[in-house]
């Protein structure tokens, strides 16, 4: 689940900067520390954004050879590596609707067809019982209040093993749920989000857990699910899903008194014809196969060239927003700045000829849902020092047209403002004493 920028204080200097740090092991006071700009070793000094540009341009020109798009420039340009954006395909605009390019028709349905609320179930409320001690529910549970803590917005937290353990339970918990309800034997052409929420809040409940987002702040339901134009905070509803419709769920859970967080995007209904739905995922929710992320064999068969289009741009969307959060993952390590994550991310969706959301960011996380570091998943200026025992999301919300955004009457449901689809992919990480540990890995 996103945290606003509204809540995010994080160090901006000029060079790579140390946090005020706690760190659990030792419980020591908090403590400031600074290194000079030369000792640090920024992956930015050897200018990886434009290798990481490179490989996702590779990518995305594979994918518009293998599906057979027509080169189509990016609906706008108001990125920052102008050198760069010069190496992206660009065609003559026209008023021919036939001739605009796929990325303006896609846009263009999506406008015409937009989300819109739907009837939505009563909140579920989870009581006290012997099966639901005090301990298992978080803060927020019962009255929608988050404790107020201002430490935890400027304070990052080093964790020691016994708290990395902790962390890596829950995050595995988190994969585990996703999974299970990214299955395309849940997610299929007619049913409500409504139907997936109660399974994944039952499933969170047979396994011990709180479903984090219930009652945080409010929220209403136990799962975000996020439908084509809602960039986030999508509420479960009553709407039956639509054939290509490009659904993202951010499953998070509260157990052993921390939180496990990520996110996937689905298409639904893009499954190969005859494609036994069993093998992707059980009714526990492991993926059989082990893999970072499992998709399924693609559909073959359209009823239309309109159909074709639709799915096959989702999927172009899909594979960049997953592209994004790992190359912003493999970006991190000891000693590397909290910017270049950001910077990774952009180079991709720069690469797609996309944008990244910069109101929403990644998080950290543990005994609180959201905490510091935040994570910007654009370029950006907050040279924050990574160092070993941090915990935090990558969360990229990649979109079809522009990144400008904003939020429906109930105060959660995000929409980009132009109708442009939008696909996430989040992992929980851990900066290791040599690397990053992905902790959200089934």
């Known amino acids: 689940m996103a945290a606003a920028t509204t809540i995010a204080r994080t160090v901006t200097t000029a060079s790579c900067k ?14 400031q520390l600074q290194r000079s700009k030369s000792s640090i070793p920024s992956s930015l000094t050897l200018n990886p954004a434009e290798e990481i540009y490179e490989r996702a341009s590779h990518a995305a020109s594979t994918f518009d050879t293998q599906y057979n798009l027509d080169p189509s420039p990016p609906l706008y340009n108001n990125n920052n590596f102008d050198s760069l954006l010069q190496k992206l395909p660009f065609t003559t605009p026209t008023t021919d609707n036939t001739q605009i390019g796929w990325r303006r028709r896609q846009l263009n349905i999506t406008k015409s067809h937009p989300i819109q609320p739907h009837p939505k179930s009563q909140r579920t409320s989870i009581q006290p ?18 404790p107020q803590n201002s430490s935890s917005l400027d304070t990052v937290l080093l964790h020691d093993d016994t708290s990395i353990e902790r962390m890596r339970n829950a995050a595995q918990l988190a994969r585990q749920l996703l999974n299970y309800i990214c299955s395309p034997s849940i997610v299929t052409v007619g049913t409500t989000t409504e139907q997936i929420n109660k399974l994944l809040h039952n499933a969170a409940l047979k396994h011990g857990a709180y479903p984090s987002p219930l009652n945080y702040m409010g929220f209403p339901k136990s799962v975000c699910s996020s439908i084509n134009e809602v960039v986030c905070h999508g509420i479960p509803d009553e709407r039956p899903l639509e054939l290509g419709d490009v659904v993202s769920f951010d499953v998070s859970c509260y ?7 990520n996110c996937a995007t689905v298409i639904v209904g893009d499954l190969e014809e005859g494609y036994d739905m069993n093998d992707s995922a059980g009714d526990d929710g492991n993926n059989v196969d082990g893999r970072d992320w499992f998709i399924p064999p693609h559909k073959t068969q359209f009823s239309s060239d309109e159909e074709q289009e639709r799915i096959i741009t989702a999927r172009r969307l899909v594979q960049a927003a997953l592209e994004a959060r790992d190359e912003g993952v493999a970006a991190c390590k000891p000693g590397a700045c909290l910017t270049d994550i950001g910077a990774a991310i952009h180079a991709v969706s720069d690469a797609y000829g996309y944008d990244t959301v910069r109101h929403y960011r990644g998080h950290g996380i543990f005994e609180e849902f959201h905490r510091a570091p935040f994570v910007k998943h654009f370029r950006n200026n907050e040279r924050m020092e990574l160092l070993p025992g941090m915990i935090f999301t990558i969360e990229p919300m990649i979109v079809e047209g522009s990144a400008d955004c904003f939020e429906w009457n109930d105060n959660w449901t995000v929409v980009t403002r132009d109708g442009g689809r939008c696909a996430q992919f989040e992992h929980t990480v851990v900066i290791t004493e040599d690397g990053v540990e992905i902790l959200t890995l089934p």
């Open 129 to 146: 019982s012997t099966q639901h001690p005090p301990s298992f529910f978080p803060p927020y549970a019962h009255n929608g209040n988050i």
């Open 18 to 31: 140390r946090p005020i740090v706690q760190l659990l092991s030792q419980q020591l006071p908090l403590l």
């Open 255 to 261: 157990v052993g008194g921390v939180h496990g967080d």
